[in-house]
Structures are given as structure tokens and as C-alpha cells.
């Protein structure tokens, strides 16, 4: 069984920048991919993007220049830096992971964005 935390949503300024992290149980072994998704009040989850054990990175086109996605496996935690925010993306953003066929969610962090 995996769980996933994520934390570092908040109340962020339209232009600023905001960075989330998400925490898993034990060791990332087997944890092949891990990725980042939002869920926009009425609207459905998306992708924000995702990455493999290896560091490969692969980001949505709307999210494309503005994310950074890294891991950092010795903490067990991956990141999402967010720059340049606009109101749009005011959500919950949840993190996932990949591991024995099976997938996992965080319970996921607000992110709100004023003008």
C-alpha cells in the first residue's frame, strides 16, 4: 500500500510562484512514474504532468513553460513548481503514483490564485 501527501497549496497572487510537494510511505522502489493532476471546480481532473524514476518529464500542453515537475527519491517526495499562475488555475491538485499495476492518489492540496 502507498500514500501520497501532498502539501504547499495556498492563496498565491495572479504572476506568482507557487511550489507543491508530494510525500510517499516508504521507499520509491517500484514506483515507476509518478505525475500531477487538477481538478478546477466543475470541471474534470486533468493533467498537469508527469515523471519517471528516471527523471524523464512529460508536461500538458496549457502547462508547457510555466511547470517544473522534479523527484527527489531520497525524501521520497516530488515537486511541482508553478510560475508565471494565473486565476485558471485555481484547484486542487493531486498527486498519483504507479506502482504493481496499481495506481494511488494524495487526497490533494488547494491551490487558489487572485488577481
Known amino acids: 500500500q502507498v500514500q501520497l501527501v501532498e502539501s504547499g497549496g495556498g492563496l498565491v497572487q495572479a504572476g506568482g510562484s507557487l511550489r507543491l510537494s508530494c510525500t510517499a510511505s516508504?521507499?520509491?522502489?517500484?514506483?515507476?512514474?509518478m505525475g500531477w493532476y487538477r481538478q478546477a471546480p466543475g470541471k474534470k481532473r486533468e493533467l498537469v504532468g508527469t515523471i519517471t524514476i528516471g527523471g524523464h518529464t512529460n508536461y500538458a500542453d496549457s502547462m508547457k513553460g510555466r511547470c517544473t515537475i522534479s523527484r527527489e527519491n531520497a525524501k521520497n517526495t516530488m515537486y511541482l513548481e508553478i510560475n508565471s499562475l494565473k486565476p485558471e488555475d485555481t484547484a486542487v491538485y493531486y498527486c498519483n503514483a504507479i506502482r504493481r499495476g496499481a495506481l494511488y492518489w494524495g487526497q490533494g492540496t488547494q491551490v487558489s490564485v487572485s488577481s
Open positions: 516508504g521507499s520509491m522502489f517500484e514506483i515507476n512514474a
